[in-house]
Structures are given as C-alpha cells and as structure tokens.
C-alpha cells in the first residue's frame, strides 16, 4: 500500500514537472498556432541561469528560481520580437525548420560556453533527503515541485479564465482580425503570453536540473516529452495538457516501478491508445478550425 | 567559352604543378596519428581527457620518436559510429594516416575496425570497453579496459565480503549488459542471488521509481552501470530516496564513480565500492606526479579515460621505437603485443594472443581526502586479463 502512495506522489511531482515545462508549448501552440520546437531551450537557459546564479555567485536557491523564469521571458521576448513574429503568418513546416535549428544552435552555444557534462544546482539542505509521511517516502524536493506547481496551475487557470488579459488573449486566438477591429492590441498580446510561456518553461528547466539532469542536449532529449504532452493533452486549454502531464507523469513512475522491462515504453504505449481513442487529444476540441 | 576552356586547362596544369611541389614534401620523415574522439555531445568528457592527456604526453616525451616527427590529427565524431567511419576513412586516405586512435563508445571503435584491417594500419582504442573489440580486427590494440575486468572482480569481491543479495541497475545498452553480465557470472556461481534486475533505457530522464523498487527489494547492495554522465544522477538520486540510510550500498565497476565527476557528486556517494583500473588517488610516485602535471595543465583531475588516453600514446611511441621509425602496419603490431610498462595506474601489459591490456583491478571505496571525495583502494587483483576472452 505505501509503495502505492510513493509511487503516486512521485507520478504527480513528476507530471507536474512536465506541466510546467510543457505548458508554454500548449499556449504557444494551442492558443497561437505555432509551431514551437525550440521550447525546451527555453527550458535549457532557465536551468542553466539558475546554476550559474547558484553554483558560481552563491545566490540563494529560491531567490534564483524566479530569475530562471525572467531570464528566460526575456530571451523568450527578444526572440519573439526579432525572429519569432515573421513565422506566424508562415506554413507550419517553415516554423518546424526554423525552431529546430534554433534548438541546434541553442545546443551548441550552450556545449560552447557551458561544457558538455551534465550540471547539478546545489540545493539547501532543506530540501535534500525523504521524510515519512505515515510510511510513505515523501522526497522534500519533490514535495517543493508540486507545491509550486500546483499554485502556478491555479493562477494559470485564473488568469486565463477571470483576467481582462484572459478574455482578450482568447480574442485574440480565436479571430485576430476582429480582435484588433475591437482594439486588442494582438501582436502585443501575443508577445507577452509568448514570453510567459517561456519564462515558465525556464522555471520548469530550473526545477528539472535535480530530477531529469540537465546538460547541452536537454532540448532535444525532452522535446518528445513536451510534443506528448500536448498531443495527448490536446491544445485548447491548460487543463487538458495539465491532466496529460499527471496521466503520463503516473503512468511512467508506475511502468517503471511494476513492469520495469516494459517500462521506458509505457508512456508511449498511453500516448498511442489515447490518440486511436481521441485523436485530438484528451479535451482536443473535435470540431477544428 | 574558347577563354573558359583555356582558363580551366590552365588551372588544371597548376593544380598538377602544385601537387608536384608538394609531393616530394610530405616527406617520410613524420608519423601521423589519426584521433578519433567525441569532442562534443553526451561523450564530449572522455574525448576532452584523452585529448588533454596525449597533449600533456607530448609534453613531457617531446614529439620526437625514432627521427620522426609525431603529427595528431583530431577529428570529432560525437561519439556517431557513421561519423567516426566517414572520420577514419578521410584520415586513412586523405591523410594517409599511420595509425588510428581514440574511440569514445564502442560502437565507434567497431564502425573503424574494417577500415583499420583494410588499410594495414594499428587501431588503438583508448576508451571503448567492451570485450569483443579486439576480436573484431587483428590491427586492434586496447589500452583503456573491458568491463569483464571490473565487473567479475566486483561479483567476486562482493561474495566475499558479506554481500549475499544484489539487485541490478544497469543501463540497457552492450557495455552495461556486459557489465551485468560478467558480474552475475561470478557473483552467483560465489553463492550470492540476484534479487531484482532492472535495465534502464540509455536515455533515461529520472530513476526514481527504478531507485524505489531497488530499495523495496530490500537487498545488501546495488550492482551499478551506468554511462560515465548520469553516474551524479543515480547517486543523488539514491541519496533522496535515503537507499543510503536503508543500509544499501552501491557497488560496481569504477564508471559509476568516474574522478571526473565524482566530487561534484556529494557526500551520498561516500562508502560506494568499486572496482576500476584507476584512481586519481593511486598511491604511486608516477601517478602523483602525473596528476600535478595534469591539474596543472588543464586545472581539473585526472579521470581513468585520461590514462588511458596517455597510455596509448605510449604505446604508439614504443612501437615506434621498437620498429625504428619503420610504419607499416603489421610490423607496428607485433611491436605492440607483450609491451610491459609502468602506468600512473600501476603496472600493464598488452596481451600478445588478444591484444588487449592486461592490468591491475583495484577495489576502491569512496573516501573524503582533504576535502575532496576520492576513490581510495583497498585491495588489488593483479595481472587481470580481460575474462570475456579467456572463457573461450
């Protein structure tokens, strides 16, 4: 039965790991139709940030998680002013090609400035070890990931769903054109949940590093990650890719756990019985545009 | 047209000028070494110490042997057997390269190896580690290690030593089942059991609930193999899930503890037994000296790829010697097998019928050294021949 529990309490501070990495894609996806591979090294300059800052100048873990996210919102900003805004009106197959180079290039300069081997942000002590929780392992960092998770989900959901910026975001999406005929200013709007989604994204980097690792090629190693989170999420919302990322997150800890000769495959296995059920994804809309 | 036609013609007459003049140039008076390395992707640390630790040779021996000029040529293949084929075939012709040497992962030493028998040409693979290399050219030498080495001596070690039940975590790929392999054998024919055995996938993001079953198992110990890079992963992840505090040790060959990573990798990893054929702390007077002049010139430690980096380059420098300068091929490997020396990890032998290296298996166990956590060894298994082999 406890082996139960820490399973699921590991599934769910993973899933909420992958919510946060990924959910930056699904916005920028979902909601703005485009088709954004270089995520992760969104993902990437966030965790390294919060090394640096860590590591090399001694700054305090949690005073450099939210300049994981800032720095990351402001690459995410430069690029989406510059390079990013020309692709919008593109073929999805010029934003591939577009993205995945970035990625390349991020990979490179990173190995470049940084090195290869895989870096490790040094944690409080406060955060290391397990604790019993009436005999379930509860680990302290991970307990952190799902509590800061959590409250993000939350106000993500709220500002989507409450907020002046919501309502005009959804505008936005939906039909720009009248958007901006009622005076939503689109690009910006647009530039702005972009620069969220990646500041997100290196918050997700940052919390990563202890769990997944991290080093040069974590864009390419998690971007089949993040894609089947929002495939099997679907793209519409927060809550769809949200519920996917607990689902994969689970799934993978419990594969690995009961049938660990099958278990890298379990989540690929999910993937493609949800998709034959639902091919637009758990709460894809089925009517598309 | 009439012009361009004269113009090429030209052109052609001066190309075929200049390689004239350039022929009798590349004289015979130099040897040129072909290295093959991943010096960027996941493998990049092993190319970076074997590259660092032939450049610190060169150093100290001078470039000089026999009356010929050693020329390196390094060409990255990012650890990518395609790569390292395409790398080996411009240096072999383009090059015309004497030997070829380096091979991060052992695919890469085995895409090399037809090209090596082809050409005439000693392949020395300086990191690769598993057992069949050898056998795939006979213009194969190996001067880094096989995991048979380790692996058996740690299954013997442990037996021995208390540990009756083990579970297995090694990373689904051919080094890491050689390693569970070779390790199993002997382990169990000691009388010990295997409680649980895990393969993780070689790209594996997070070993928590790989880490749970093992510490459910409830075994005396963790046999361990994974690739040189994820070993800091697997030891704070150990340590998160308090494997330590359950009184479960991690054992297994030296990669998992790698001196290149191991003092970032915390104090989890204390107490950790291995078996290896170096360590940065290897009481010899040369190994000493070599780790001065290797902190030194590249201002971080010595791991086991650097060694075996640095004696391959003696090797080649021997067989030079041995040969009096003279290239061909064949000749150089008969110099190479039964070479005897004294290594910063002690003393080794190439083994004339396998041309594999024959070498000490040190047990170690993680210690804080002034500070700095070191692989400390405790006993030594001399002469050890690679066992993959011998069985045969």
Partial sequence: MTAILTNLFDGVAYGMLLFVLACGLAVTLGLMNFVNLAHGAFAMAGGYVCMVLVNRMGWPFFAALPLAFVSSAAIGIVLERTLYRHLYARSHLDQVLFTIGLTFMSVAAVDYIQGSSRVFINLPAALQGQFDLFGVGIGRYRLMIIVICGLLTIGLQLVLAKTRFGSRLRAAVDDPRAASGLGINVPQVFAFTFAFGCGLAGLGGALSAEILGLDPYFPLKFMIYFLIVVTVGGSSSITGPFLASLLLGIGDVAGKYYVPKMGPFVIYTMMIVILIWRPNGLFGRTAAR | MFERKIFSRTAVAAAIASLAAVAPAKAEDSVKVGLI???????????????????????????????????????????????????????????????????????????????????????????????????????????????????????????????????????????????????????????????????????????????????????????????????????????????????????????????????????????????????????????????????????????????????????????????????????????????????????????????????????????????ELYNVEFATFEAVKDLGKTKK
């Fill in chain 2, 37 to 371: 390395l991943p010096m960027t992707g996941g493998q990049a640390s092993t190319g970076k110490q074997i590259e660092n630790a032939i450049k610190l040779y060169m150093q100290q021996k001078g470039d000089t042997v026999a009356g010929k000029k050693i020329e390196i040529i390094l060409k990255d293949d990012a650890a990518i057997p395609d790569k390292t084929k395409t790398a080996a075939q411009e240096l072999i012709v383009n090059d015309k390269v004497n030997f070829i040497a380096g091979f991060g992962v052992t695919p890469a030493a085995l895409a090399a190896a037809p090209l090596a028998t082809q050409a005439k040409i000693p392949e020395v693979v300086m990191a690769a580690g598993t057992s069949i290399i050898t056998e795939r050219s006979p213009y194969i030498v190996r001067t880094s290690f096989t995991l048979a080495q380790s692996s058996t001596i740690i299954g013997d070690w442990a037996v021995k030593n208390g540990i009756k039940k083990v579970a297995t975590l090694t990373s689904d790929y051919a080094p890491g089942n050689d390693a569970l392999n070779f390790f199993k054998q002997n382990f169990t024919a000691g009388g010990g059991e295997v409680v649980e055995e895990v393969k993780t996938p070689l790209a594996n993001p997070d070993f928590a609930p790989f880490l749970q079953r093992m510490k459910d198992a409830k075994p005396d110990a963790i046999f361990v193999f994974v690739p040189a890079g994820q070993g800091g992963n697997f030891m704070k992840q150990y340590a998160e899930r308090g494997l330590d505090k359950a009184g479960i040790k991690v054992i297994g060959p030296g990669d998992v503890t790698d001196d290149d990573l191991l003092n970032n990798m915390g104090d989890a990893v204390l107490g950790t037994v291995t078996a290896h054929l170096y360590s940065a702390a290897h009481p010899s007077q040369m190994n000493k000296d070599f780790v001065a002049a290797y902190k030194k010139a590249f201002g971080n430690r010595p791991g086991f790829m650097a060694v075996s980096g640095y004696d391959g380059i003696h090797l080649i420098y021997e067989a030079l010697k041995k040969t009096g300068g003279d290239t061909n091929g064949d000749k150089l490997i008969e110099a190479m097998k039964g070479q005897k020396w004294e290594s910063p990890r002690g003393p080794i032998s190439i083994d004339p019928e396998t041309r594999d290296i024959v070498q000490n298996i040190y047990i170690r166990k993680v210690e804080k050294v002034d500070g």
